[in-house]
């Protein structure tokens, strides 16, 4: 288990060096692939022992080797992040794949910790551009619905839970309608990339059961509230700012994913229904 997390935090922090290329690139539709990677400053292209992730800008003290311009902290954070997401994911969802009992429920198990990840790196990059530019690209919410949907209903079928099928289909469908509704009730109030976002979150928290998708998609508006009343009173915004919601809606369904059954139980037996 703890080689298999190791395993998973690497691979996360090098996603996430990627990632920093996806959310510089995505949003000034510039291609991913080419040309590679440069100072911005001086333009020489990064070497590839200057590129490994979180380390390189340790040993590097945050500077560029060839004219020694600053690099922004921000790369780092992004591959740490990246790969603390990933390390949480495999807590969650590794142990399914290491406790199968037949070919086909190890298949299912490795398919669900593959949707997980992919909504985790998903999630840095998505947030991270929202952040910056207040928009979140179709060219990564669409395929990442089409991932983790797809990916989440295979596993479902090949395990033939037919509840968790159902239940994908109807978080994706309720928390669409959901943030559809609001964003035409409220004009300006809710971007329509968080409509499009919302049904991913809605068919990721769903198909974990009824209590994570209650915590995630409540977790999302009780998050972007308290942010938002934070920058209210710190005058860093008015009411009529313009709030980036994305990042939000990605820390609530986070966690109804990796805690929101306990919490739902938990809520719930405050009220003696647990």
């Given at each position: 288990?703890?080689?298999?997390?190791?395993?998973?935090?690497?691979?996360?922090?090098?996603?996430?060096?990627?990632?920093?290329?996806?959310?510089?690139?995505?949003?000034?539709?510039?291609?991913?692939?080419?040309?590679?990677?440069?100072?911005?400053?001086?333009?020489?292209?990064?070497?590839?022992?200057?590129?490994?992730?979180?380390?390189?800008?340790?040993?590097?003290?945050?500077?560029?080797?060839?004219?020694?311009?600053?690099?922004?902290?921000?790369?780092?954070?992004?591959?740490?992040?990246?790969?603390?997401?990933?390390?949480?994911?495999?807590?969650?969802?590794?142990?399914?794949?290491?406790?199968?009992?037949?070919?086909?429920?190890?298949?299912?198990?490795?398919?669900?910790?593959?949707?997980?990840?992919?909504?985790?790196?998903?999630?840095?990059?998505?947030?991270?551009?929202?952040?910056?530019?207040?928009?979140?690209?179709?060219?990564?919410?669409?395929?990442?619905?089409?991932?983790?949907?797809?990916?989440?209903?295979?596993?479902?079928?090949?395990t033939a839970q037919w509840d968790a099928?159902?239940?994908?289909?109807?978080?994706?469908?309720?928390?669409?309608?959901?943030?559809?509704?609001?964003?035409?009730?409220?004009?300006?109030?809710?971007?329509?990339?968080?409509?499009?976002?919302?049904?991913?979150?809605?068919?990721?928290?769903?198909?974990?059961?009824?209590?994570?998708?209650?915590?995630?998609?409540?977790?999302?508006?009780?998050?972007?509230?308290?942010?938002?009343?934070?920058?209210?009173?710190?005058?860093?915004?008015?009411?009529?700012?313009?709030?980036?919601?994305?990042?939000?809606?990605?820390?609530?369904?986070?966690?109804?994913?990796?805690?929101?059954?306990?919490?739902?139980?938990?809520?719930?037996?405050?009220?003696?229904?647990?």
């Amino acid at each position: 288990m703890i080689a298999g997390l190791v395993l998973v935090g690497v691979l996360g922090a090098l996603v996430g060096s990627f990632l920093n290329v996806v959310i510089y690139r995505v949003p000034r539709g510039v291609s991913i692939v080419a040309p590679p990677s440069a100072c911005p400053a001086c333009g020489h292209r990064i070497r590839p022992h200057d590129n490994i992730p979180i380390l390189s800008w340790l040993l590097l003290r945050g500077r560029c080797r060839d004219c020694g311009a600053g690099i922004a902290a921000r790369y780092p954070l992004v591959e740490a992040a990246t790969a603390a997401l990933f390390v949480l994911v495999g807590v969650a969802f590794l142990p399914g794949v290491m406790l199968a009992t037949s070919p086909w429920s190890a298949l299912a198990a490795g398919a669900v910790l593959v949707a997980y990840l992919w909504l985790a790196g998903a999630s840095i990059a998505l947030a991270a551009i929202d952040l910056d530019v207040h928009r979140l690209p179709n060219a990564i919410v669409l395929p990442t619905f089409a991932i983790v949907a797809g990916i989440l209903s295979l596993a479902a079928v090949l395990t033939a839970q037919w509840d968790a099928l159902i239940r994908l289909g109807i978080g994706a469908l309720v928390v669409g309608g959901l943030y559809f509704l609001l964003a035409v009730a409220v004009p300006g109030g809710m971007g329509f990339g968080d409509v499009k976002l919302a049904p991913t979150l809605g068919a990721a928290l769903a198909v974990l059961g009824w209590g994570p998708l209650a915590v995630g998609v409540l977790g999302g508006f009780v998050l972007g509230g308290v942010v938002g009343l934070v920058l209210v009173l710190a005058r860093r915004a008015g009411r009529g700012s313009r709030v980036a919601f994305g990042p939000w809606m990605l820390a609530g369904a986070w966690v109804g994913i990796l805690g929101g059954e306990p919490i739902a139980r938990a809520y719930l037996s405050l009220f003696g229904l647990g």
